[in-house]
């Protein structure tokens, strides 16, 4: 949960005035600092090390290797900001909504996890520049009759609790049901086992999910975007500093190659990228 907003107005001087102020900024409900405020990368420096939350279990932006490391997009591009900031990272593994109120909670200092700002995130936490742009589709077995949203009225939906897939599906297919799971990979032994019939996400993951199966042709994606989609990183709210460091590291990795270089790893080469939203590298003007 958000902490309390601050009044517009000053609180009258007094025992309870103070009080309230204390509290206030004992529960960390003052925002970090402007440019020259107190920031979370003075503790980062300080301490040298960088808290980042990941996906639990997405791939190909984050899965845990053999040696139960992190792997993945998601974990090169917070790899990159700690070798920016020339500090050593601590991976926090979240899901859901855990990946907004780790933020929030100073559990971890900046998330990196297949987030869409929102309105709601908005008022939760700040958010980076775009780093990503992906479209919303299905991932459907392969003998389906499903040909995009049209086709789910009735039928079993999964999807990560606290996407904006939720929100999305309502609009697009209201007379689906949703069945929501930690992750979108958990949804995927479902779906094999017709359990449920589609699955809803963002097409790099559906792409990722069907890369675990021994036989991705068992399952393939389908229908029309149902959304469009950008991905940027959580990040404390009222943290410019902060802020202008993540978006300028991001400005620099989508201009000397290494967006690209990670691209082609986690997502194949050229041919091996039909998202209608494409995988390019989202410039943006200013902060």
């Known amino acids: 949960?958000?902490?309390?907003?601050?009044?517009?107005?000053?609180?009258?001087?007094?025992?309870?005035?103070?009080?309230?102020?204390?509290?206030?900024?004992?529960?960390?409900?003052?925002?970090?600092?402007?440019?020259?405020?107190?920031?979370?990368?003075?503790?980062?420096?300080?301490?040298?090390?960088?808290?980042?939350?990941?996906?639990?279990?997405?791939p190909p932006f984050c899965r845990l290797g053999s040696d139960g490391r992190p792997l993945g997009f998601d974990v090169d591009l917070i790899s990159g900001l700690g070798q920016h900031l020339g500090v050593k990272i601590r991976y926090v593994p979240l899901a859901g909504a855990a990946r907004i109120t780790a933020v929030q909670t100073g559990r971890v200092q900046i998330t990196a996890a297949t987030l869409t700002p929102n309105e709601v995130h908005n008022r939760l936490v700040d958010f980076s520049n775009a780093y990503l742009r992906d479209a919303q589709r299905l991932l459907v077995r392969r003998d389906s009759d499903i040909r995009g949203p049209e086709s789910l009225s009735g039928l079993r939906v999964g999807m990560a609790r606290g996407s904006t897939t939720e929100t999305i599906l309502r609009h697009v297919a209201p007379d689906a049901i949703q069945v929501t799971f930690g992750t979108s990979r958990e949804a995927l032994p479902a779906l094999v086992t017709g359990r449920i019939d589609a699955i809803a996400?963002?097409?790099?993951?559906?792409?990722?999910?069907?890369?675990?199966?021994?036989?991705?042709?068992?399952?393939?994606?389908?229908?029309?975007?149902?959304?469009?989609?950008?991905?940027?990183?959580?990040?404390?709210?009222?943290?410019?500093?902060?802020?202008?460091?993540?978006?300028?590291?991001?400005?620099?990795?989508?201009?000397?190659?290494?967006?690209?270089?990670?691209?082609?790893?986690?997502?194949?080469?050229?041919?091996?990228?039909?998202?209608?939203?494409?995988?390019?590298?989202?410039?943006?003007?200013?902060?």
């Open 1 to 58: 949960m958000g902490q309390p907003a601050t009044t517009r107005h000053p609180p009258r001087v007094g025992p309870n005035g103070l009080i309230l102020l204390a509290l206030l900024l004992i529960l960390g409900a003052a925002p970090h600092g402007g440019d020259d405020g107190p920031s979370v990368l003075d503790e980062i420096r300080s301490r040298g090390i960088l808290v980042a939350g990941v996906s639990r279990d997405t």
């Open 201 to 287: 996400s963002d097409t790099s993951i559906l792409e990722g999910l069907r890369g675990l199966l021994g036989n991705p042709d068992r399952l393939r994606i389908e229908g029309a975007p149902l959304s469009q989609e950008s991905y940027a990183m959580a990040l404390p709210k009222g943290d410019q500093r902060w802020q202008d460091l993540v978006n300028d590291y991001l400005r620099q990795v989508k201009t000397d190659g290494r967006w690209e270089e990670m691209a082609r790893l986690w997502f194949g080469e050229q041919g091996a990228l039909p998202f209608p939203a494409g995988f390019r590298p989202v410039h943006e003007s200013g902060r």
